[in-house]
Every structure is written in structure tokens, then in C-alpha cells.
């Protein structure tokens, strides 16, 4: 069998979750899989190194059309076909909502991440807005002849808001990658010293943008008794919602926003921290709080969408809603070494659920198994 696999997610110069999602995925099935080979295709006015998927069964199709160009031709003209580009394949996998087009006769499985942009459309720019409209992902969910949901909470999603069969969705969990290079005390402290971060601090991690509730993280921890001697960090990308939030928080001299760290830097800065705060309003899985877990960090997160699902009984949850609420986790989990001993613990075991391989290998399972379905359908 010929897998054809959609990479363009790696070209972001600031991986997001769907960038790690499509590293990992994919390079852990290349890597396993000694029966079928694999073409990769991405399109880029510019060459892009990816070494990791060098491996005998793995070809990369680079294209160089504008991307501009490429997409509203996709989009208006359904043409080019990808499958066409990769000189004929046997399934496709699209490891995200993305501009796309494939022959009818070519089954595709399609991962979504999250509906947010349906949930929630106030949190969104009008320039997001027409992008979702242009890729049409109720119309890419319909026709995938499979989709991979990466939690039940968007699972459920899929078939309230799309009208999706259930029997069409399998729910696969993302990993945690592991990161020896994580207790890097001397690179904690430069950072610490390059930031202006106090000793003890309190981290967010991840992009700030609305969804993600900061403006509910800098309220709770500006009124909390920990803002008196902790710093905020708030590590993750987006100028625009920073210079919004620093003109709502007038004199936010206690926290610190980083803007985007290279993996290394943010599991770093995420180790040493006190505790991880991740309230956000909706999330269709949500790395950073595995994260933190993975690496001993007690977390605090949000009661809504897939978080309570993905975090179980090792994160306190509060509603998002409610600044007293998360007011009360963060000064608990300072003032108790016991409930923090028992997060912590909690956490790490919870972490250990969520392995790549495993998200790799059910990945392929379901591939295959659609790919065998559909030949016996047609």
C-alpha cells in the first residue's frame, strides 16, 4: 500500500500542536511500518530540511508553487490533485483541516483537532474566520472516508455541529514527547536572568489569544495572595492579544510574557516552575497541561471541553468563568505541600498514558483498516 501524508504543518517557523502532532504522528509511523512506503507532500516557495523522515520507505514531494496561488486553486478549481502530484497513491492521511483535493476514488483520513472555530467564532479574527470559511471543513469531514478526533470532546463535536456518524470517528489520544534536556538547571537560570523572572513563578504555556482565557490568568493572579512575591510567565506567541492585555491590566509590572520559546527553552521554563495554569475556554485536547505533568509541575486547569478528559483526577479543574475559583486552586496548591506532593505524583502517572507510538500505531491501524474497507466497498 501507497500512504500519502500531508507535512505542510512542518513548515511553521513556531510549531503549534498540530505541528508536533504531524512530526510525531507520522515519523512514528514511518519509522514502524516495514509493509507499506509512504510519499510526503508539502508545497513552499522555499526548501525545507525534514530530516526525520530520511527513511528507506519515506519519498518527500516538495512543490514550489506560491501558496497563495496553490490554495485558491485548490479552493476554487479543486485542482491540483494532490494524489496526482504524489504520482498515484492508494490512501491519503491529512493530519489536519487544510486546503486540499483529492480524486474521488482516493479515501482520505482527516485528524481534527478541535472545532473551535465553530464553538466559539467571537474568539477569532475576520481574517481566521475566512480562512475556516475557505477551507470548508464540514465539507472535508463529510467526504473523509474516516476521521481521526483527538479527544471525545471533539468527537462529540463532530457529530453535534457537522452531523458526523459516530461509527465514521475513531478518537485517538495525542503523546507527550519525553525531555531529558528538561532539568537544565544553568539554562533555567539564564533564562530566569533573560526574562526577569522571580524565583518562584507561576507559567502559562501556550499561544495568547482570547481562547486561551489570560485576561481570567492575569485577573485571578493579580488578585491572589501569590502576586506579592511570584512572577507571572506567560510563554507563548501573539503580539496583538499581548498589547490588548497589557492596555486592559494597567501596571502588569508581575508578569512576564516571553513571547515564543523553542522547545528546549519552554520545558525548560516549564520545569521549574511552582505550578502550570491552563484555564482556557475550550480546547480540543491540550498539550501544556501533559506537558507540565510529564515533567513533575502541578496543573490547574479548565472544566470545559476535553480537558477534564485528557487531565482525569490529576489537575485541579476549575470553571473558566470563575476568577474566585482558580483564585482558590493557585493559593491551595502554594499552601499545602501535601495536596502539591499528591498533584505532582498524580500528574506524572497521568503522563505516562499519553505515548506517541501508541498515537502512531492506532493511526496506521486505522489507515489500513480504512483502506481496506474501501477496497472491499468498491
Known sequence: MIIGADIRS????EYSGVSVYTKHVISGMVASDKENSYRLFYNSHKPKNIG?????????????????????????????????LLGGIDIFFLPNIQFFSIRKTVPYVLTVHDLSFERYKEYFGLKSRLWHRAVRPRELCREAAHIIAVSNSTKNDLVELYGIPEEKITKVYSGVEQRPYARDVERLEHLKKQYEIG????????NIEPRKNISGIITS???SRLSK????????????EKKRLEKKHK????????GYLSEPDKCVLLSGARQSIYPSFYEGFGFPPL??????????????????EVCGNSSICVNPHHIRDIIQAMEALEGDEDLRARFIALGK?????????KTAQETLDIIRRTHREYEKNS
Open 10 to 13: 512542518l513548515l511553521e517557523e
Open 52 to 84: 526525520f523522515f530520511h527513511k528507506e520507505n519515506a519519498s518527500i514531494y516538495e512543490y514550489r508553487i506560491p501558496n497563495k496561488i496553490f490554495n485558491a486553486s485548490l479552493r476554487i478549481l479543486k485542482r491540483p490533485r494532490i494524489d496526482s
Open 199 to 206: 524565583e518562584k513563578y507561576v507559567i502559562y504555556v501556550g
Open 221 to 223: 493572579f493579580l488578585r
Open 229 to 240: 512575591e511570584y512572577t507571572l510567565v506567560l510563554a507563548g506567541a501573539g503580539n496583538t
Open 251 to 258: 501596571g502588569l509590572k508581575k508578569a512576564v510574557f516571553t
Open 291 to 308: 506537558e507540565a505533568m510529564s515533567l513533575g509541575v502541578p496543573t490547574i486547569v479548565s472544566s470545559a471541553s476535553s480537558l477534564p
Open 349 to 357: 502517572e497521568r503522563a505516562k498514558k499519553f505515548i506517541w507510538e
